[in-house]
């Protein structure tokens, strides 16, 4: 994937290969909406560390807060007591929240909010199954792993994953929305008869947006047949809003878009602005019958990145970025669809908000996420075979910078 050369490989020589790497390069320095390597290399940063640092680098109201708690107080496990900044941010987020979704478990990855949101749908529910969809993606840990299927590397050399879990399929974004979404839904319909009894599904996990999947929106018809189905059963909903919540998607949350209230809200990366944080809110009432003592974490809740996390909200409400992402997210998709629709090439667009994918086909793809890196412009890719180039801008990203990156893209592609 990766060409530039920096001194990277003399430096990082006892770090683990196992981690794959988009860029060779190596960063020094990240400020507003840029980040610098060590060669002095300036970049537009449009990958936001896969959707985590939202509101760009050293944020001066976040990186306040950071600086005041880290003076007054680190770390005290969340099992030890209670934190102003951890309770601020828990009410905080249960506000951004339908009810009756008011309670909110911390944890320190997406991976981690996955786990919680399984344990808890198994213990309140009595029932082993799980409902995931194909080319999903929701962590690394062998629970959340158990779910995804949106490359085979991420499940090969693990089995035995988790029993109990179907992959049903997920709409084709390249039909017609509501065949797809009848065929999927006649998908899950028939594994439920066939295959495994609703009665014995704990939870229908599901992303708003599949994001490393390829940027593939659940059409909102979809995301409503899940919410009937599960109610009909008694299975919970649980939708994993890790990259697409925050803002991204130009809706605080993806799933309002449906009109649906979920059981279960996973949430991580952007919250906390590039600090480790991540949870799930869900009603009193379900968290009360999980149970004392049920679930625990030792730094998840952190103080730092909850005092981080609440800067965060408060910036994302404070200057409209939830609307800045609908309407320089729709720039950025009609910018990149006139592209596509001269190079033939570019085989769709598609997305919501700030979360946009171009197929361009896993040759293509590749060369234009790297062109774009050559050229100062940091984009990432999606997709099993990383056919999709992958666009997750800052949420307070502006019209000049949209137009600097297409201009950017544009070269790039015209040159691919
Ligand atoms: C939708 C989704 N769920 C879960 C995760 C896992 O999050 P983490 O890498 O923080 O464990 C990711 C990470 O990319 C994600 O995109």
């Given at each position: 994937m990766a060409t530039a050369t920096t001194t990277t490989a003399t430096t990082a020589?006892?770090?683990?290969?196992?981690l794959g790497r988009y860029f060779e390069r190596t960063w020094v320095r990240g400020e507003g909406h840029h980040l610098w390597d060590d060669q002095g290399t300036r970049y537009l940063d449009f990958a936001c560390g896969i959707a985590t640092t939202g509101l760009g680098h050293g944020h001066p109201a976040v990186n306040a807060v950071i600086h005041a708690q880290v003076d007054r107080l680190v770390h005290v496990s969340s099992g030890l007591g209670y934190v102003e900044s951890v309770n601020r941010l828990a009410e905080q987020l249960a506000a951004t929240?339908?009810?009756?979704?008011d309670t909110v478990f911390l944890a320190n990855s997406g991976a981690e909010a996955i786990e919680a949101a399984m344990k808890l749908s198994r213990r309140v529910t009595g029932r082993p199954g799980y409902v995931a969809f194909r080319n999903a993606f929701h962590g690394r840990t062998y629970g959340a792993a158990s779910l995804t299927?949106?490359?085979l590397n991420y499940r090969a050399g693990y089995?035995?994953?988790?029993?109990g879990v179907v992959l049903a399929p997920f709409p084709d974004?390249?039909?017609d929305e509501a065949e797809a979404t009848a065929a999927a839904l006649a998908g899950l319909d028939s594994l439920l008869d066939?295959?495994?009894?609703?009665?014995?599904?704990?939870a229908i996990f599901v992303e708003p947006i599949q994001g490393e999947g390829g940027i593939n929106p659940a059409p909102a018809a979809f995301l409503h047949g899940l919410r009937e189905r599960c109610d009909r059963h008694g299975i919970l909903l649980v939708i994993d809003?890790?990259?697409?919540?925050?803002?991204?998607?130009?809706?605080?949350?993806?799933f309002e878009a449906a009109d649906i209230v979920p059981d279960v809200v996973c949430f991580g990366k952007a919250i906390a602005n590039g600090l480790p944080l991540a949870g799930i809110v869900s009603s009193r009432e379900l968290q009360e019958r999980w149970g004392v003592g049920a679930h625990g974490t030792t730094?998840?809740?952190n103080p730092v990145a909850c005092a981080a996390a609440v800067a965060v909200l408060e910036t994302i409400q404070g200057e409209g970025l939830v609307a800045n992402a609908a309407t320089q997210g729709a720039t950025l998709m009609r910018g990149l669809g006139d592209l596509a629709a001269r190079d033939r090439r570019l085989i769709q667009v598609r997305g919501r908000g700030l979360m946009v994918g171009v197929e361009a086909g896993a040759d293509l793809a590749p060369r234009l996420m790297d062109g774009c890196a050559d050229a100062g412009l940091l984009v990432l890719l999606a997709g099993g075979s990383h056919d999709v180039v992958r666009w997750l801008p800052p949420?307070?990203?502006t019209a000049a910078e949209i137009g600097e990156a297409l201009a950017i893209f544009e070269g790039v592609l015209a040159a691919a």
């Open positions: 020589s006892a770090l683990s290969p196992v929240c339908p009810a009756p979704l299927s949106s490359n089995e035995p994953l988790l029993p974004v390249h039909r066939d295959v495994i009894p609703a009665s014995e599904i704990a809003e890790i990259q697409t919540g925050l803002a991204r998607t130009g809706r605080m949350w993806a730094f998840g809740g949420l307070d990203v």
